[in-house]
């Protein structure tokens, strides 16, 4: 424990300080991890349509891709055949890159879900987007909003909007830091962490052993012992 009777006079205003520049460090690394994995979601869905509406691809394409997808990237969740229909869905929905790349990107994957479900207008959309970043609204909230009409009873009232970072206090910056597609992504979830981290001991453990010779053994990972005589 930290002595209190050495700690300067501006200590606790340097530490809030640093505090906030944390926060907000964490904040832009998650809103660029998130803007990345969105955009790609869109450049995916963009290019499954063009194949099936130029080139005649079938709807089979993509279970196939889906199949091929996940044994290439075994920690990412996002390439379900589900998840892929809606990535097609989502470029056909917004064929304008620039308006994904600087409205929709700023909101996590299943918030953008949320938005094509549940609403037809795209006027609607795009106003449902921008209060989600404004109020920092969680995905719950939005569909509240959503589905109690907010719209129709103020969305006429305000429509500007300025590009700024949610309130990292906000449920929208929390849902960002926890999204479980952006940890998929980055291959930085828990589980994957600890497999990673294990693998590493284990093969540092084993070819220590190894180098011993004889007289000592490598039994194998996660081995059940029985020591009873």
């Known amino acids: 424990m930290a002595n209190n009777l050495s700690i300067p006079e501006d200590y606790h205003d340097f530490l809030r300080e ?37 080139r005649g691809w079938g709807a089979k394409v993509i279970d196939n891709l889906a199949a091929d997808l996940q044994k290439a990237f075994l920690e990412m969740k996002g390439f379900s055949p ?12 917004y064929p304008d890159e620039q308006f994904v790349q600087e409205v929709l990107a700023q909101i996590p994957w ?22 989600t970043i404004e ?9 509240h909003q ?15 909007f300025s590009r700024t970072l949610p ?38 453990i084993r070819d220590f052993l190894l180098e011993l010779g004889v007289g000592f053994a490598f039994v194998g990972r996660q081995s059940i012992l029985d020591f009873r005589f």
Not at 135 to 143: D, H, K, M, T
Not at 170 to 183: G, H, R, W
Request: glycine share 4%; charged share 30%.
């Open 135 to 143: 109020q920092g609204w969680s995905r719950n909230v939005l569909v």
């Open 146 to 160: 959503i589905e109690s009409g907010l719209y129709r009873r103020q969305g006429k009232a305000d429509t500007k």
């Open 18 to 54: 640093l505090k906030g520049r944390i926060l907000q460090a964490q904040e832009r690394a998650v809103i660029f991890v998130n803007r990345e994995l969105v955009l790609l979601y869109w450049q995916i869905g963009l290019d499954v349509l063009n194949r099936q509406q130029q």
């Open 82 to 93: 589900r998840n892929l229909k809606y990535m097609r869905s989502f470029a056909e929905t």
């Open 110 to 131: 299943y918030h953008n879900i949320a938005l094509m479900e549940k609403l037809k207008s795209s006027e609607e959309r795009l106003w449902y987007a921008r209060q």
């Open 167 to 204: 309130n990292p206090q906000s449920e929208l910056a929390q849902q960002l830091l926890k999204d479980p597609y952006n940890f998929d992504f980055i291959s930085l979830g828990k589980e994957a962490k600890e497999r990673e981290l294990e693998k590493a001991l284990i093969d540092r």
